[in-house]
Structures are given as structure tokens and as C-alpha cells.
């Protein structure tokens, strides 16, 4: 796959596309090729291409990336192994990431030559990424992610899938953490990413520590490009799973193999291994589809079967898609209804808390009401800020009806009306494509028309005949939202939802049963999808041991009184 892309976006990507979490394995055993024993290596290399092709041919509409495993072409024998392997390679469509699956693990010209022989485009596999061995530490990893193979991508063997693999990486280490190999593998995947972010910006920083003084490497990982390592952790331990995933955080890829033959459950896996958007990992199979006698359709039963393992585990964690209601009695956005706290929310819930954005107290309002809480998104202010509020902006999105039942999302443009608009509007498109693969435009109006340049009051992407999404930091009258709507209508844009940070699920008067965001749902008829709403607050207070009863009990008398 030649791409700019690095290695796991253009996962995240196809992912995101085919709504798909599949990897397909291919994996030409000679049992499987119907040969002799005494088939010579000419026959068994066209076998392996044509077992491999009908695997390709069939399931390429469902699978995020193919995973050759080099073993089996390498014992076709030593004049035709490889080259069956770029071939089959090259049969490939282009827009599928390609995972060798070679599990390397050297130093020095020896990993950089093992590097060129995986991913060179003339002499080499043209692979897109590959499975490492970590045991000899970063300068063994190194070449495969940086330099000219930047944007390649590597799995490091993490814990793997056979029951040998606690005899060394299930050890616990003599450190502050006593934690296990297998979780010091899962936390060296940010710091290595980042060290090769280091690596590919400065110079002289191949052999440079995580204490360089850059802006990459010292910042955290929720603040630092995507990585360039995920992990292998066998679906067959769900409780590593969970562990590893902890150990690396949301971001990084896991490959889980087990699932099938060697017995891993799927559902157990997808509750231990998925991040909470829904993604963050790969299930590989092989011999169920090489076997099937239609291995498309077993493709299609599978990636089906995955989906509804994933939507079981997000609706179980309170990210489930949200229905769009008409009547008033309900919830009309994100996060208005149920009190359940989501992971992304929790997490925006308690970074907003750190910056001062939101804050515990005594607050009068414009409306003249004494509020327990006060929520000021101007105080987002500094880039690692920023970036976690774009996650949030994105993984909220993608947990409502803004997602189609395909996976894919219903908007074509962002919108940031002005001012307060423009810089979430570019946060929420970025994010979205960072972290989900999802691309989309992006523009913004001026309040002032402009009467040199380009002229007018609207910048960016067109949006005339286009599915438009408006973001903004909260609703409090509704007057931005609908300004915004009606010129939006006056372009013959579409707009089909707003996206905002905080819902106060307040009634607008005691007389009116309604919010501000129920209401704009309910005048424009789109919906409405916040991060959070008062709601999770306050379930988020009941669940916490920060805040003390005072708090919540405040917050709660609030709720009572002026909660829809």
C-alpha cells in the first residue's frame, strides 16, 4: 500500500471505511496446498500463489489488512519463497494495509537489513508493517519506524497467544511498578513511538533518550503524533488483554490472535482489548477462512460476528449510539438522558477539572440562577489541553447517531461558526482523522465580510449541496446554533447535527420543560451530541472519592430543581 499516511492511520482509516476490526492471515501450509510430498518447489510456489489469491479474491471487502506470514513462503524453498510472497504481496489491492508477519528482532545493519528486506519497494517484500520481537530493546525496533521507513508500522511481540508465553513475559519485573514484562512491552510502545518521533525531527537523536529537549519527546502520549508501535496480546488471556490495554492506553493498536483454533473468546477479548471508541484492535484469523468452502462469506459472518462483540462491549460501558427522539419528554443529544459515564467522558470530566475549566462552588449565571458548577471552555489553553478536547469532541461523535449503521459518519464538512467556533471546528476535524480515520472538511465565517482576497464571510470547505455538522462549547439561548443554521440554509448547505462540549440539561424557565439543546433539536430537527450533560456530572461525583458529599448533594438539589 504506497501511502503518506503512517502505517496505523491507514489501519484506522480502512477500519473506519469497511467498519471492519478483521485481519485476515495468509498462510499457505503445505498440508492445506493439496500437493505430493514430491512436488517440487516451482509447483509448491504456484500453489501457495493460487491458495492465497482465491483468499484475497474473496475476502478483501472485509478485511482492515492481510497478514502474510513469511514462515510458510520461506519453506516453499529458496529460489521461489520470497518471490511468492512479493507476489502475492503485489496481488494485493492498494488500499489494504499489509502486516508481514515476520517477528524480527535484531541490532544494528543486521535489523536495518532485515528492515530493507521487508519494506524495500524493489528488492525487498514492499510490506506496510511487521511483527518485532522487543526482547533486544529500542535499537532493535528502530530501524523499522524511522528514517526512511517513517511512516512504516511495527506489532511488538507482547504477550503472546501460545501458553509458553508466560514462562518469560509473564514475569514480574523487580521494579516500582512490580509489574510484568508484558505490561513494561505495553508502556514501551508510547515511549518508543515517541522516540522515534524524536528520531525522524532531530538530527542526531538515533540514539537519544525520552529526557531530549524536544517538544515530542517530553510530551505525554496523550499529546504526541499517533504511535508507530502496537502490540501482540494473545485473545486467549483476556486478563493480559485488559492489562496490556491499560499499560498502553487508548491510542495504541493491539493485535489479538486466539480467537478460534486455539480458543480465545471473542467476546472476552473485545471487553479486555477495545479502547473506547470502539476500535484500537485487530483480530486476526487464518485457518477458519482458508478452510471454508466460501471463504468470502465466512469473511463477511466474522467481521459481522466482531461488530456485534464491539457494539456489546460499547453499549455495556455506556457508549452506545444514541436514538434520535422527536417527542419532548426525552432526551434530544449526547449525554442529556441516562447517567451512565462513558470512559471518554470520564476522562473529559476530570482534564477540564485539572485545568479550572470546570469548577466546584457557588456561581450566579446570566440567568440569574446560583449554580454549584461553572464550566468555562476558554481555559482549554494550552496544546495538550486542546488536544484531549478534540478527542473528546471526536469520541463523542462517533458514539451517536452521527455514525450511520455502516460505521461511517453522516457529515461531510465541520462547521466552526465564529469565534469561539473556528478553533473547535479545526480541533473536532483533526481529531476525528487522528483518532478514527475519518476525513472531512473543514470551514468557518468571518463576522466581518472581507472585501479583498477571497471576499465574503465564509472560509474553507465548500459546503453548498454538503452534510454539515456545527461544533461549539455549549448552548445557552440557542441564538449562535440557529444563526449559524440559517446560514448554513441560505448556501444550500445541509446542516445535519450540532456537536458541543457541555449539556447543563437545564429547563430554559420553570414554566418551560425544555433545554436549550432539547429545544434547537427539537426547532431544527437535527440532533444535538454533547461530550457530557448534567447528568454524567453527576454520576461522576457520586462515583468519585475527590469530592465530598457537599458537592454532590449540591449538584444533585440543582439537578432536581432545574433539570429536564
Not at 365 to 388: C, E, V
Not at 475 to 485: C, D, K, Q, V
Request: glycine share 10%.
Amino acid at each position: 500500500m504506497t501511502s503518506s499516511s503512517s502505517f496505523f492511520q491507514q489501519l484506522s482509516s480502512r477500519s473506519q471505511s469497511i467498519n471492519s476490526l478483521l485481519c485476515i492471515g495468509l498462510d499457505p501450509h503445505f498440508k492445506e496446498l493439496n500437493l505430493p510430498p514430491t512436488a517440487n518447489e516451482t509447483e509448491r510456489a504456484e500453489a501457495a500463489y493460487q491458495f492465497c489469491q482465491r483468499i484475497i479474491d474473496a475476502t478483501h471487502p472485509y478485511t482492515v489488512c492481510y497478514k502474510p506470514n513469511a514462515a510458510f513462503f520461506e519453506a516453499i524453498g529458496t529460489k521461489l519463497g520470497c518471490a511468492t510472497l512479493r507476489r502475492v504481496i503485489d496481488s494485493i489491492p492498494s488500499d489494504i494495509p499489509i502486516l508481514l508477519d515476520v517477528k524480527r528482532g535484531d541490532i544494528g545493519t543486521t535489523a536495518s537489513a532485515y528492515a530493507d528486506a521487508c519494506y524495500d519497494t524493489v528488492h525487498g517484500l514492499n510490506g506496510d508493517g511487521v511483527t518485532l520481537s522487543p526482547l533486544m530493546g529500542w535499537d532493535s525496533v528502530e530501524p523499522f519506524i524511522t528514517g526512511k521507513y517513517a511512516n512504516k508500522g511495527a506489532f511488538l511481540l507482547c504477550k503472546t497467544s501460545n501458553p509458553g508465553s508466560n514462562d518469560i513475559l509473564a514475569l514480574t519485573l523487580q521494579n516500582n511498578n512490580n509489574e510484568t514484562l508484558f505490561e513494561k512491552i505495553a508502556r514501551l510502545a508510547n515511549e518508543w513511538s515517541q522516540k522515534a518521533v524524536v528520531s525522524d525531527n532531530v538530527p542526531s537523536s538515533s540514539s537519544s533518550t525520552d529526557n531530549n529537549n524536544t517538544t515530542s519527546s517530553s510530551s505525554s502520549s496523550s499529546s504526541s503524533p499517533p504511535p508507530k508501535l502496537g502490540l501482540v496480546v494473545g485473545a486467549t488471556d483476556p486478563q493480559a488483554l485488559s492489562a496490556a490495554r491499560r499499560a498502553a492506553g487508548p491510542d495504541v493498536w493491539i493485535l489479538a490472535p486466539g480467537v478460534g483454533a486455539q480458543g480465545g473468546d471473542l467476546a472476552s477479548a473485545c471487553k479486555a482489548g477495545l479502547n473506547d471508541a470502539g476500535t484500537g484492535m485487530l483480530i486476526p484469523v487464518s485457518r477458519s477462512v482458508s478452510g471454508a468452502a466460501d471463504p468470502g462469506a465466512e469473511a463477511q459472518r466474522l467481521k459481522d460476528e466482531i461488530n456485534a462483540a464491539r457494539s456489546a462491549v460499547l453499549e455495556a460501558r455506556g457508549v452506545k449510539k444514541r436514538k434520535q427522539i422527536d417527542n419532548t419528554n426525552e432526551d434530544h443529544g449526547g449525554g442529556g438522558g441516562g447517567g451512565g459515564v462513558a470512559l471518554y467522558q470520564k476522562e473529559f470530566l476530570e482534564f477540564s477539572l485539572q485545568e479550572g475549566v470546570l469548577k466546584f462552588g457557588s456561581f450566579v449565571l446570566k440567568s440569574g440562577r446560583t449554580s454549584p458548577y461553572f464550566f468555562n471552555a476558554g481555559l482549554f489553553s494550552s496544546g495538550s489541553a486542546l488536544h484531549k478536547l478534540g478527542k473528546s469532541y471526536a469520541a463523542a461523535i462517533m458514539a451517536s447517531e452521527l455514525v450511520d449503521k455502516d460505521g461511517k459518519v453522516t457529515f461531510d464538512v465541520v462547521f466552526g461558526p465564529a469565534y469561539k467556533g473556528i478553533s473547535l471546528g479545526a480541533l473536532v476535524c483533526a481529531a476525528l482523522y487522528n483518532n478514527f480515520g475519518v476525513e472531512t472538511g473543514f470551514a468557518y465565517n468571518r463576522k466581518e465580510v472581507k472585501d479583498h482576497g477571497e471576499g465574503g464571510i465564509l472560509v474553507g470547505a465548500s459546503m453548498a449541496g454538503k452534510r454539515v455538522l456545527i461544533v461549539d462549547d455549549v448552548i445557552t439561548a440557542g441564538t449562535a446554533i440557529r444563526e449559524s443554521y440559517d446560514l448554513l440554509k441560505s448556501i444550500e448547505a445541509i446542516p445535519v447535527g450540532v456537536s458541543i462540549a457541555l449539556d447543563r440539561a437545564e429547563k430554559k424557565s420553570l414554566d418551560d420543560p425544555l433545554s436549550a439543546v432539547q429545544a434547537v433539536a427539537r426547532d431544527l430537527n437535527i440532533p444535538v451530541v454533547s461530550i457530557v450533560a448534567l447528568p454524567q456530572l453527576q454520576e461522576y461525583l457520586r462515583c468519585s472519592s475527590k469530592y465530598d458529599e457537599e458537592v454532590l448533594k449540591h449538584v444533585t438539589e440543582y439537578r432536581s430543581m432545574y433539570g429536564v
